[in-house]
């Protein structure tokens, strides 16, 4: 799939700026943020980034410790609020029906892809209560083999202990980004070369968040 080395120009310069202004102050001081690995990260060229899941804050917190603007999926009536609909489609969200298949949400990654994105997918589609990985959706692996982009695992190790229950105040829980080495797409969208990338994937992430802080 032929793509653009880089994000759009006016996407990196709001990255930025939220990044230097907000993020990684509150990451490195009020949450003592540790990140390794981030030396692997290309900084040019199509990614995708998989990671655990476990808090609200982990998309900003990816984006922040890759050194580059990283696109999720976000429900389609965000897109329908003046100003916050140009905001975020800048910060690389895109839109996706709730209740729909997830086939629209693969064209959207994919797409994102072409136009130079990392594209942010949590394995687990959803978060976990101890941050690890337990049921692994395809997903990834799926628009990896039909885009032929290679993988970054990430873990998020500290982040389900951000905000408890009951709380609206988040806790300066101590957080670590781990971040392995690039992992070569599936070479088909056969079921089986999915499960083993995706497998693998899996057991990096898990394997990162067992290190612990």
């Not at 609020?81 to 489609?89: E, F, R, T, Y």
């Not at 982009?149 to 806790?171: A, H």
Request: charged share 20%; aromatic share 8%.
């Amino acid at each position: 799939m032929p793509t653009k080395q880089r994000e759009p120009a006016a996407s990196l310069v709001l990255y930025h700026l939220f990044k230097w202004s907000f993020v990684s102050p509150v990451l490195h001081t009020y949450f003592r943020g540790r990140i390794y690995g981030a030396e692997k990260v290309p900084q040019s060229g199509a990614l995708i980034a998989v990671s655990n899941h476990a808090s609200d804050f982990d998309p900003p917190i990816l984006s922040n410790c890759l050194r580059r603007p990283v696109a999720y999926m976000a429900k389609e009536e965000l897109f329908k609020v003046p100003l916050l609909k140009q905001g975020i489609k800048l910060y690389g969200a895109y839109p996706v029906k709730r209740g729909t298949s997830d086939r629209n949400a693969i064209k959207a990654a994919m797409k994102a892809l072409k136009n130079g994105w990392i594209a942010g997918i949590f394995l687990e589609g959803t978060r976990t209560r101890d941050g690890r990985i337990h049921h692994p959706k395809l997903g990834a692996a799926l628009i990896a083999a039909k885009t032929q982009v290679p993988l970054i695992p990430v873990s998020l190790w500290g982040t389900e202990k951000i905000l408890r229950k009951g709380s609206f105040l988040p806790k300066p829980a101590p957080i670590t980004i781990r971040i392995g080495d690039v992992i070569e797409p599936p070479q088909s969208t056969k079921k089986e070369e999915l499960q083993a990338v995706t497998e693998r994937c899996t057991n990096i992430i898990n394997q990162l968040h067992g290190l612990g802080r």
